[in-house]
Nanobody, 122 residues
Framework: QVQLVESGGGLVQAGGSLRLSCAAS????????MGWYRQAPGKQRELVAL???????NYADSVKGRFTISRDSAKNTVYLQMNSLRPEDTAVYYC????????????????WGQGTQATVSS
């Protein structure tokens, strides 16, 4: 089994910063793409940022220049540094990772964390 555990959410004023972390644990052979998604009340879950196993990144237009995704592959951990936060960034942030548990699996499987709340006050 694979678990993703997020941390780092909280309450911050507009213009402030938060740093989210997500660690994958369990039986892991390799981790491919890792990413962050968010879901605000009444809205669909949306992509925030992705990072591949070789370090390529992709961001939603709404967070470009403000958020930075990074990973520590040795620790199977992904981070999201969120700066210049806005009230519209308020959401539950979910970590996602594509994992192979053994070398014999034909493809990486998607796993999700339980989510961490980030609230930005105006």
């Amino acid at each position: 089994q694979v678990q993703l555990v997020e941390s780092g959410g909280g309450l911050v004023q507009a213009g402030g910063s938060l740093r989210l972390s997500c660690a994958a644990s369990g039986t892991i052979f390799s981790v491919n793409e890792m990413g962050w998604y968010r879901q605000a009340p009444g809205k669909q879950r949306e992509l925030v940022a992705l990072v591949t196993s070789v370090g390529s990144t992709n961001y939603a237009d709404s967070v470009k220049g403000r958020f930075t995704i990074s990973r520590d592959s040795a620790k199977n951990t992904v981070y999201l540094q969120m700066n210049s936060l806005r009230p519209e960034d308020t959401a539950v942030y979910y970590c996602n990772a594509f994992v192979k548990q053994t070398r014999y699996q034909p493809r990486h499987i998607s796993y999700w964390g339980q989510g961490t709340q980030a609230t930005v006050s105006s």
